[in-house]
């Protein structure tokens, strides 16, 4: 094989040009796919964010996110085999300064003293945690979004709210570090609930999801039965999934996802292999005379055959791999553009290495059927080939 | 004087096999902008039929959805009795009280139930929707538990069908008619007597909003400045258009469509790439083709211009491939949720003159920026070099 590279390097020199385009034509169409398959992996095998992850279920209303459970789900939740600990954890929406995008990020209403124990994983000083389970208007936020907004602690951090008709003053007591995907700030669920009394709310005392904490990995499908079990008959029955299953039902919400990127994929991969094996196809037909030549000259059928797929091959890769660097660009480009979302779109190992295979698999494909008839050709017939 | 196109044709012909591949590739890449297209246009027109401009509807001050707002039964009073709405046959003021929730129904594809609107009407609210027809069976009685389900339940869960029930609230509720109501989004919604509905989330008396026919166009401007000027209702009107553009934007179509436009671009420049490579081979092999048509006269903007149009023709036939590969998808069903209703709207993909002419298009300029290079290299050839060469 190696006695024929310097052959195989000649005739992709021979037509810089064409070699040239093809390469771009792959590089470009494969950092598409590197893209996809960065976003299919975000979506659907994200790593855990951290050991605690497997340990939490999210429990809410059986019918949807809009409709609230009554604060005492907490007290019986807690009473579970296998519960640690349970903290509400509900969505509060609102508008922060104006309703530009930059300014979007999640507020949750929390229990500070169940949260610390539930979100082992959000990481503060001591005397930080504590000044922000005394002070009822206090505030956490997380990290990266207190870096990204320029606040600190002891700002003043007022929230309008929409899906609850009132508005929070609050104060930052804590920053925190938070695994991928947690970035929110954080305040009293018991500071809300005076709020929404005050304005006048018949039933202020509700939560919109609870954050549990299970003793073991094994115990969480159990506990996740034992709840909805609980509650099954009762006007506010809920759904309560692992962490995990709670953030896929999201993206359920985007309608078939897993299908839409996959049939993409294959019209991006099957676009590739069909550039490529007409280009291989082009140049084969070109060298007919060529090639009868290398045969009178001793090449034997399989060494021709090696020759044209090692060609293909080497311009699949060589556009595999500037397509690692692109795809590298459109990644952190996505990551960038989906703002709080970002962590979905990852550059990983996993998207340079099936982005590499799938360029070495259309080299060969593509050259496969272009080779083998190559190699098959008549010799005589061949030499007499006028091109 | 021109080179006749018939020669193009006749060269794409001989050359079938390199003509199909590359014809395939742009194909592809057409299918996925058309596809795109097709879905915008489908949700486009959801929304967009959606709404009346002699109407607007009033929420809690500082929401922006039906869900998340409440208008109490006093203010309801005072709404009726603000200048310049529309009033029925027998006097009474076109406003209606509306409720909005949201259930979970097990569908076909997702067993496990998606979110699906259900809209809590008076006999008034029918007034202000006279658009929507029965298809089938009855309106609901407001005595009973019954709904009425829009054409996009219907086909879209089995057991919303006139006949059968479905379980939500304190119970089950029949089903005794099924609607359809333009290509709005209320097709995606499943209405129910107003107290009925109130009554089974443990929510007396008021509304979730108001939706009020004015008498013009015009007065809906007026309203809306009344309603945000009443310091009692601590509400806000927003025209029934508006309303309905904005949940286009928050819908999670938006995404998807945004993904498939970027690939459809991105595939683009690659299927450019294969084309000037196709055209630099036909240029390469036609190189004694071209001295002769120079020798016979033919000027070097006519070689041009001929190789441009084999290109776009070329990619033409990628763009028929294209539309020919996205056609079977013409008013398929599907669902896109939205964020703000945290729901289901039912939308069909339009493969119409739009998305095809835009895929059309789309290949013709592939064919066109990808051709262009190769044949600007044929027509700069020397005659007799040309004729040498190949």
Redesign the interface.
């Known amino acids: 094989m190696f006695r024929l590279a310097p052959l195989i390097l000649r005739n992709i020199f021979r037509h810089r040009?064409?070699s040239l385009?093809?390469l771009?034509?792959?590089a470009?169409?494969l950092?598409?796919l590197g893209l996809?398959i960065a976003?299919f992996q975000g979506f659907f095998f994200a790593p855990a964010s951290s050991p605690q992850e497997a340990l939490r279920l999210i429990s809410r209303h059986?019918?949807?996110?809009?409709?609230v459970l009554p604060a005492s789900h907490e007290a019986r939740i807690a009473a579970i085999d296998g519960v640690v600990s349970v903290s509400p954890y509900s969505w509060f929406?609102g508008v922060y300064k104006n309703d530009k995008p930059e300014n979007f990020f999640a507020r949750f209403a929390v229990d500070p003293e169940e949260l610390r124990k539930v979100y082992v994983d959000y990481k503060a000083p001591d005397e930080q945690w504590k000044a922000f389970t005394r002070n009822r208007t206090g505030a956490a936020i997380a990290r990266k979004l207190a870096d990204k907004l320029n606040i600190k602690i002891g700002d003043r951090v007022n929230i309008?709210?929409?899906?609850?008709?009132v508005n929070l003053e609050l104060k930052i007591e804590m920053i925190y570090d938070a695994p991928p995907n947690n970035d929110a700030v954080l305040f009293h669920v018991k500071y809300l609930t005076e709020l929404r009394k005050a304005a006048g709310e018949a039933?202020a005392d509700t939560v919109g999801t609870f954050a549990i904490l299970a003793r073991s990995a094994d115990d969480v499908p159990r506990i996740g039965r034992a709840v909805d079990a609980l509650f099954d008959n009762s006007?506010s029955p809920t759904r309560t999934e692992s962490e995990r299953e709670f953030a896929l039902?999201f993206l359920?919400?985007?309608?078939?996802?897993k299908l839409?990127?996959a049939v993409?994929c294959a019209?991006?991969t099957?676009?590739?292999l069909?550039?490529s094996?007409?280009?291989v196809?082009?140049s084969v037909r070109?060298r007919t005379r060529e090639i009868a030549i290398l045969r009178t000259l001793g090449y034997s059928p399989m060494e021709i055959l090696q020759t044209v797929i090692g060609e293909s091959v080497l311009i699949s890769v060589v556009g595999g791999a500037v397509a690692i660097a692109f795809t590298l660009g459109l990644t952190t480009l996505g990551s960038s553009a989906l703002g709080p979302f970002g962590d979905t779109i990852k550059f990983t190992p996993q998207v340079v290495l099936a982005v590499g295979v799938t360029a070495a698999l259309i080299g060969v494909l593509a050259a496969i059927v272009p080779a083998v008839l190559a190699s098959r050709r008549n010799i005589v017939e061949s030499l007499r080939y006028a091109? | 004087m021109g080179v006749p196109l018939r020669y193009n044709l006749r060269n794409l012909v001989e050359r079938k096999?390199?003509t199909l591949?590359?014809a395939?590739?742009i194909g592809?890449?057409v299918?996925?902008l058309i596809t795109s297209i097709a879905m915008k246009r489908g949700i486009d027109s959801v929304f967009a039929g959606s709404g009346n401009s002699e109407q607007a509807i009033v929420l809690?001050t500082?929401?922006?959805?039906e869900?998340?707002s409440?208008v109490k039964e006093e203010n309801y009073q005072i709404v009726r009795r603000l200048p310049g709405i529309a009033k029925d046959a027998s006097g009474e003021p076109l406003v209606s009280p509306e409720a909005m929730?949201?259930?979970?129904l097990p569908s076909v594809?997702?067993p496990?139930g998606?979110?699906v609107s259900v809209r809590g009407l008076l006999p008034i609210g029918l007034k202000l929707r006279e658009s929507a027809k029965l298809v089938s069976g009855r309106w609901n009685d407001p005595g009973k538990r019954e709904v009425v389900v829009g054409e996009g339940i219907a086909s879209r869960y089995p057991a919303a069908r006139v006949g059968g029930s479905i379980q939500?609230g304190?119970g089950s509720w029949d089903v005794v008619g099924e609607f359809v109501n333009g290509s709005s989004s209320s097709n995606s919604e499943i209405w129910a007597d107003l107290n009925q509905l109130r009554g089974d989330f443990?929510q007396q008396g008021g509304s979730n909003s108001l939706l009020v026919r004015l008498e013009s166009v015009a007065a809906v401007q007026t309203f809306t400045e009344a309603v945000k000027n009443d310091q009692r209702l601590g509400s806000a009107a927003i025209p029934e258009k508006v309303y309905y553009a904005n949940l286009t934007k928050s819908s999670?179509?938006v995404?998807?469509q945004s993904?498939?436009f970027?690939?459809a671009v991105?595939?683009a420049?690659?299927?450019?790439?294969?084309a000037?490579?196709?055209m630099?081979?036909a240029v390469?092999?036609r190189s004694s083709e071209i001295g002769t048509l120079r020798a016979l006269g033919f000027s070097r903007a006519s070689i041009l211009k001929s190789f441009v149009l084999e290109s776009v023709a070329l990619a033409l036939l990628g763009g028929v491939v294209g539309a020919l590969l996205a056609a079977p998808l013409n008013n398929l069903s599907?669902?896109?949720?939205n964020?703000q209703t945290?729901?289901e709207t039912a939308f069909k993909f339009q493969i119409d003159a739009v998305a095809i002419s835009g895929g059309l298009i789309f290949a013709a300029l592939i064919g066109l920026v990808g051709g262009f290079l190769p044949a600007w290299s044929a027509s700069r050839k020397g005659i007799v070099a040309a004729m040498r060469e190949?």
């Open positions: 040009r064409r385009l093809t771009a034509s792959t470009v169409s950092s598409v996809l976003l059986k019918v949807s996110l809009t409709n929406g309008s709210g929409d899906i609850y008709p039933d006007p039902s359920a919400f985007l309608g078939n996802v839409y990127l993409i019209a991006v099957f676009t590739i069909l550039v094996a007409n280009t196809a082009m070109e091109g | 096999g390199t591949m590359t395939l590739g592809l890449t299918a996925v809690r500082g929401t922006d959805s869900l998340n409440t929730t949201v259930v979970n594809e997702n496990n998606m979110n939500f304190r443990e999670t179509g995404v998807l993904i498939g970027l690939v991105v595939m420049i690659g299927a450019g790439f294969a000037a490579n196709t630099y081979a390469a092999r599907a669902g896109i949720g964020f945290f729901s190949g």
